[in-house]
């Protein structure tokens, strides 16, 4: 009977604070056979009436009054019945409500909880010296991902409510200000979402443009410790050209001198012979240019290692500023850093978990599963994680 179902609901609602649905459908299928039966008894009762008063009975006589009443009645059992199913089919509506709105509670208590564990990894070390990713600034990306996962999860499942809702108001569920009302809460719930999905995002873009920053950092720090470098080689290598032509100078000035001195020498002597002189002549003059050649070849090398230098420094400087500006060009490009952070992090899950454990312990925070549970078994168990996180299955909820 509807008593003894309406018991059971009350008695399930204050074990558990909810009921089922199977309860309230009961009733109204209960309910609506009352009902046919009410309308069935009154279309006797009018056809009654009807003959009478064909008969001759008058109208306010006691008969016809008792007709009536009796007609009365069951208007009002009526009026009772369908107010019922309209009861019973708003508690359906509630219920339905309350079950999505309390998956929906679940799906929040996850964002905060990523929110507020996202937050302790900004006192964190997330880059390290050399422009490379601490455990903790994989964590973090990790973590992030997450975010935009929950977002996108929470915006599917507002979307497929919506629709749920638009169906179940063309077959007259609803009336029109419960399905207005309805529909706000649901796209409020659903932008709320997006804003969230677009904020993690940003989040994600902020931190990897901070990580390119310093590469590029990094690399000037590189050209320019490679310039140093070239310029006291190329010190090096001009002041051995001095020193050449300062020991040059001074061979030279001690060759005249012994010359001269050898000629004085010679005057002292026997006349040599003119043939003996011509040969003497002709070595002097070979000499010379063996060893202006000789300082020619060797300033040509000197010259070629510095051209050498130059061209090197050159050559880094042009391969290092394509490197930059692929950065530069990175930097800009949001939907680009997400896609390489999301593969990057599905590469990484063990760093990440070990980066969000380390935090946790730090803190003394209990970590909730949802969160941890996706990164526990590497890559192959992150199916819902993959094709940029996407939410046909969510790990977030238990």
Not at 268 to 295: H, N, V, Y
């Amino acid at each position: 009977s509807t008593d003894k179902l309406n018991s059971l609901i009350d008695l399930q609602q204050n074990q558990y604070g909810t009921t089922g649905k199977g309860l309230y459908e009961e009733l109204i299928k209960q309910t609506n056979t009352q009902l046919k039966y009410l309308k069935e008894e009154k279309a006797a009762l009018q056809s009654q009436m009807s003959q009478a008063l064909n008969n001759g009975i008058k109208v306010s006589s006691d008969e016809w009054k008792d007709m009536q009443s009796a007609i009365s009645d069951i208007d009002s059992e009526i009026i009772n019945c369908t107010s019922s199913l309209e009861e019973f089919q708003n508690s359906i509506n509630q219920l339905e409500w309350d079950t999505f709105d309390s998956f929906m509670d679940r799906v929040n208590d996850i964002s905060d909880e990523l929110s507020n564990l996202s937050n302790l990894f900004e006192e964190e070390t997330l880059i390290d010296d050399k422009a490379g990713w601490t455990t903790e600034g994989i964590a973090a990306l990790g973590l992030y991902a997450q975010g935009m996962e929950n977002a996108a999860f929470k915006s599917a499942e507002c979307a497929k409510e919506l629709e749920k809702l638009d169906a179940e108001y063309q077959k007259g569920t609803y009336t029109l200000s419960e399905y207005l009302e309805r529909q706000k809460d649901l796209k409020d719930s659903q932008y709320e979402a997006i804003d969230n999905y677009n904020s993690e995002k940003e989040a994600i873009a902020e931190l990897y443009r901070e990580r390119i920053d310093k590469q590029i950092e990094a690399i000037e720090e590189k050209t320019e410790a490679y310039r140093e470098l070239v310029d006291k080689q190329k010190e090096y290598l001009d002041n051995l050209l001095k020193e050449k032509e300062t020991k040059d100078r001074l061979n030279d000035a001690k060759t005249s001198v012994e010359k001269v001195q050898a000629q004085i020498d010679a005057m002292s002597g026997d006349t040599s012979d003119a043939g003996i002189a011509k040969r003497l002549q002709f070595e002097e003059e070979l000499s010379e240019k063996r060893k202006e050649l000789d300082d020619l070849n060797y300033e040509n090398t000197i010259n070629s290692r510095i051209e050498a230098l130059d061209k090197s420094v050159e050559a880094l400087e042009e391969n290092n500023q394509k490197e930059i500006d692929k950065l530069e060009e990175l930097k800009e490009d949001t939907e680009a850093i997400v896609e390489e952070v999301l593969n990057f992090v599905l590469s990484h899950t063990k760093e990440v978990l070990e980066g969000i454990t380390t935090v946790a312990d730090k803190y003394s925070i209990q970590v909730s599963d949802s969160i941890t549970t996706p990164w526990l078994n590497g890559e192959n168990s992150l199916n819902h994680y993959d094709d940029t996180l996407s939410v046909k299955t969510s790990a977030f909820i238990d």
